[in-house]
């Protein structure tokens, strides 16, 4: 049983930033790939941006440059610095962690509850 809880979420204007974090805690051997998702009304959830546990990084094209992941593996959290936001930005920000609670090799996905980014222009 894992649980991941985040915070940071809020109303902005346009130009402005956001750092979301997360926290995963539970039965952890290990977690492998973090991230974090959007949902914005009327649209399909997409992938924002994911880590591995090794650092390397995975970005969507329409936040590149704006929006920096990071973790940290002591403390099984991530992050998102989110910096020159827009409206389109707007969503419901999900993190993800991808976590082995018994086998090493066997991993499993847990979603939190969602945070809410609003961008006004």
């Known amino acids: 049983q894992v649980q991941l809880v985040e915070s940071g979420g809020g109303l902005v204007q346009a130009g402005g930033s956001l750092r979301l974090s997360c926290a995963a805690s539970g039965s952890i051997v290990s977690i492998n790939r973090m991230g974090w998702y959007r949902q914005a009304p009327g649209k399909q959830r997409e992938l924002v941006a994911a880590i591995t546990s090794g650092g390397s990084e995975n970005y969507a094209d329409t936040v590149k440059g704006r929006l920096a992941i990071s973790r940290d593996n002591a403390k099984n959290t991530v992050s998102l610095q989110m910096n020159s936001l827009k409206p389109e930005d707007t969503a419901v920000y999900y993190c993800?962690?991808?976590?082995?609670?018994?086998?090493?090799?066997?991993?499993?996905?847990?979603w939190g509850q969602g945070t809410q980014v609003t961008v006004s222009s």
């Open positions: 993800t962690a991808d976590v082995a609670e018994v086998t090493p090799t066997v991993y499993i996905r847990y």
